[in-house]
């Protein structure tokens, strides 16, 4: 796969513009698309989507730098950065093959954690749960109670009696998963290695 | 609902890399580009987090765990991301169930009917006879919460009796293990091999305020004598020097509950556990209930233990009818 190398600042530059006019509205808006394409590498599997995510930006800004966005004519950003993040993971994939590591036979780590660190999650994730307003906790836990076909059923009775739709429901313990990973995450941090 | 469901069913194939390269394509392009893109892509996130949930509680499919580790487990981040979905789906399922929530199948729907007739029934009747039934409810409401407190005492009683006449037995057996010849196998009464996942005992150290530990909130079971659940994969040696997963107990020893996840192959037949510590052979068990053996599955199995390094060995035979050995391996220290 070809290097890296620095984001070209005048291609950075006329990316943001590309984006928004205003500089401030360029920068929130360029960490949307970051974000969405970190979100496409994972989705696809891939093993370092932040790294990727970032070269598919630093390509978009080159061809800017050279002008091509005036050449090819760029309508939708998100889509046209999407493409080239397809055609980055295609070279991925080939590279991988050329190596004789597929995706498949990459060494892949069973989340086999000490018992040590099992309890400090689990004691991370009780405290996060305790800050939780009642409601909002009732809803993390019940949302994932069951297994996968009374799941299924069980939410579809908590959106009732929370009276909002499956979809609603559905974001609402996103959030709040989101919110308790990220707790936990920083609560492991301040504990350490070794609990 | 039935679109709801088939999206999920297309998205858990997109993010298990079963579609094609034009139906991933289309996809993207409705969540980054489209106009509802924004609900799609919470849609994607919130179905990665069920296949998440699924896996760590061994409820994938043998080819969809395949899938699964070559996608999710291949990077620091995914196996953080995994490790949070174990420590939630613990922590659900110690949790009480809310009154409506199904445990396992849905309650049939003729149950609400009768209900809604006897309810009719009353509006209707004479008030003297009312308040008659009222008081007759009542008192038979005193009775059955006595009765219930009672019967909850009463068990409870027999339940740490059992208990400690069950670490005793264990501790003598291990005693006169360690006594035998090798190779003497030594049975122990079937207990706890549970058959479907039994709610655990959270290893940490207290309960959260308002998320009561199952056993609490369920009359049905009596209280695990549990020191600790714990959750072992297969192949749970570690290579380059790392040791085995620990757990700690206290003094004189504990009981914990393993949940096993099996791997890959759905074991068939009569399926056999054999426990090891040290070079010692603790328990032998035959005839064990797998859970979920559709998706790979799980045993359960209590198990007395002290401080040593064990060895879990399970055999059964594969569907093509080959034998099936799989290992786990731990080590308890004393606190």
Not at chain 1, 119 to 147: F, H, M, N, T, W
Not at chain 1, 173 to 187: D, I, P, Y
Not at chain 2, 2 to 23: T, V
Request: with cysteine; aromatic share 4%; net charge neutral.
């Amino acid at each position: 796969m070809k290097g890296t190398g620095t984001l070209n600042q005048a291609g950075f530059d006329r990316l943001l513009a590309a984006l928004d006019d205003d500089r401030e509205a360029a920068g929130r808006k360029y960490e949307v698309l970051r974000a969405n394409l970190i979100r496409f590498f994972g989705w696809r599997g891939d093993g370092a989507p932040e790294e990727h995510a970032d070269e598919t930006l630093d390509r978009v800004a080159r061809k800017f730098a050279a002008g091509a966005e005036g050449r090819e004519e760029i309508h939708d950003l998100t889509g046209y950065c999407i493409g080239v993040a397809r055609l980055l993971l295609h070279e991925v994939y080939r590279e991988q093959a050329k190596r004789q590591k597929a995706l498949r036979e990459l060494p892949t780590q069973e989340v086999s954690a000490a018992a040590d660190e099992t309890e400090a999650r689990l004691e991370c994730l009780r405290r996060a749960l305790e800050g939780l307003p009642p409601s909002d906790r009732e809803l993390i836990v019940q949302y994932y109670q069951g297994e996968r076909s009374a799941k299924i059923e069980n939410r579809r009775r908590l959106a009732e009696r929370r009276k909002v739709s499956a979809g609603t429901l559905r974001m609402q313990a996103l959030r709040l998963r989101q919110g308790l990973e990220a707790s936990v995450a920083k609560c492991l941090e301040s504990i350490g290695p070794g609990g | 609902m039935k679109e709801a469901l088939q999206d999920e069913e297309q998205i858990r194939r997109y993010l298990l890399g079963e579609l094609s390269e034009a139906e991933m394509a289309r996809l993207e392009d409705a969540a980054f580009a489209g106009p509802d893109g924004e609900e799609l892509q919470g849609h994607i996130a919130s179905v990665e987090n069920d296949l998440m949930d699924e896996y760590a509680r061994g409820e994938l499919s043998p080819d969809e765990r395949a899938r699964f580790k070559a996608r999710f487990l291949n990077s620091e981040r995914g196996r953080a991301r995994v490790g949070f979905a174990a420590a939630l789906a613990t922590t659900a399922e110690d949790a009480p169930y809310s009154a409506v929530n199904v445990i396992g199948d849905a309650p049939p729907a003729r149950s609400r009917s009768k209900l809604v007739s006897l309810l009719s029934s009353i509006r209707t009747t004479p008030p003297a006879l009312k308040f008659a039934l009222a008081s007759c409810a009542l008192a038979l409401a005193a009775v059955a919460v006595w009765y219930a407190t009672d019967a909850s005492r009463r068990r409870t009683e027999a339940a740490r009796a059992e208990t400690e006449r069950r670490l005793a037995e264990a501790r003598a057996r291990t005693e006169e293990a360690a006594r035998a010849p090798q190779g003497a196998q030594d049975r122990q009464e079937p207990h706890g091999a549970s058959q479907s996942p039994s709610p655990q005992v959270s290893p940490s150290p207290a309960p959260p305020r308002n998320v009561q530990p199952y056993q609490e909130g369920n009359a049905r079971r009596s209280p695990a004598p549990a020191v600790a659940s714990f959750t072992l994969l297969p192949g749970s040696l570690r290579d380059e020097g790392e040791g085995p997963q620990t757990l700690s107990v206290p003094k004189g020893g504990g009981s914990v509950r393993l949940r096993l996840v099996l791997d890959e192959v759905a074991l068939r037949g009569d399926v056999r556990a054999e426990v090891f510590a040290g070079e010692r052979k603790v328990l032998s068990r035959t005839g064990l209930r797998v859970a979920r053996p559709h998706s790979g599955g799980l045993i359960i199995l209590d198990l007395p233990v002290s401080a040593g390094t064990y060895l879990v060995k399970i055999v059964g035979r594969a569907p093509d009818g080959g034998t099936v050995t799989t290992l786990y391996n731990f080590k308890v220290l004393s606190k």
